[in-house]
């Protein structure tokens, strides 16, 4: 997306809005500086803050539509965000777990615990939104943990974009590029892609090295590939 003005992007259809106002990071042109984008009720997708140079991405915007979802258990003095704003839920679509909402506190560790049945089968990194449009990495451990592993310590955290499988018999091994290999240690498992409801999920850390101008990572099968290139 080129938009020549900044701030309402979009309105999406009604069947394809969420319950509440959703925060999400994605990418712009300047990959240093990614764009704070709210999705709201209403189905407008404004632009808050961030890099506004030349071109944002609008992929990564995922959520269950028209669902408020089902509460999470927030850890160490950490709670929900104040209207508009959606507070902190799970939905489960089938083997899939969607977790969204944003919340607010101090403690940098465990933010929240999710239940039995939202869990992944390795632990995951996300790359999420916090105060200030700037990227915190937040994990999401085996055993439900949600953890702030890296990243400005201020005050909220937007938890939307964090999607996982959470059943292994349909994953399978990503083809990794030579010179990337999985992570090895701390549960990160095995990089995996699945079909999972319509979607196409990756998942898995690869630790290798990054070359000046980008490069292949690992190589998806035809039957998970976009209609058309993505940037997240």
């Known amino acids: 997306?080129?938009?020549?003005?900044?701030?309402?992007?979009?309105t999406l259809p009604e069947d394809c809005r969420p319950s509440e106002t959703l925060v999400?990071?994605?990418?712009?042109?300047?990959?240093?500086?990614?764009?704070?984008?709210?999705?709201?009720?209403?189905?407008?997708?404004?632009?808050?803050?961030?890099?506004?140079?030349?071109?944002?991405?609008?992929?990564?915007?995922?959520?269950?539509?028209?669902?408020?979802?089902?509460?999470?258990e927030l850890s160490n003095g950490w709670s929900n965000a104040a209207a508009p704003y959606a507070g902190?839920?799970?939905?489960l679509v089938g083997s899939l777990c969607f977790v969204e909402g944003r919340?607010?506190?101090?403690?940098?560790?465990?933010?929240?615990?999710?239940?039995?049945?939202?869990?992944?089968?390795?632990?995951?990194a996300f790359n999420l939104n916090v105060e200030g449009s700037a990227t915190s990495q937040i994990e999401v451990?085996?055993?439900?943990?949600?953890?702030?592993?890296a990243g400005p310590q201020v005050g909220w955290v937007s938890l939307s974009g964090i999607v996982f499988?959470?059943?292994?018999?349909?994953?399978?091994?990503l083809d990794l590029a030579?010179?990337?290999?999985?992570?090895?240690?701390?549960?990160?498992?095995?990089p995996t892609y699945s079909l999972t409801h319509g979607y196409c999920l990756v998942e898995g850390r690869v630790d290798g090295t990054l070359v000046s101008g980008g490069g292949t990572l690992a190589t998806l099968p035809?039957?998970?590939?976009?209609?058309?290139?993505?940037?997240?």
């Open 141 to 149: 451990h085996i055993n439900g943990e949600v953890v702030y592993s």
């Open 165 to 173: 499988a959470t059943a292994t018999h349909a994953q399978k091994s």
């Open 178 to 190: 030579d010179g990337w290999v999985a992570t090895s240690g701390g549960d990160f498992g095995v």
């Open 24 to 72: 999400f990071k994605l990418m712009t042109q300047d990959a240093s500086m990614p764009a704070s984008v709210e999705v709201n009720a209403n189905g407008v997708i404004k632009w808050v803050e961030g890099s506004s140079d030349s071109w944002l991405s609008l992929s990564g915007l995922v959520f269950p539509a028209l669902s408020p979802g089902w509460p999470i």
């Open 103 to 124: 919340i607010v506190g101090s403690s940098w560790g465990v933010l929240a615990q999710l239940p039995v049945d939202c869990r992944p089968t390795k632990t995951l």
């Open 222 to 232: 035809v039957e998970c590939w976009p209609m058309r290139k993505l940037i997240f």
């Open 88 to 91: 902190a839920t799970y939905t």
């Open 1 to 10: 997306l080129k938009p020549t003005t900044w701030g309402t992007l979009a």
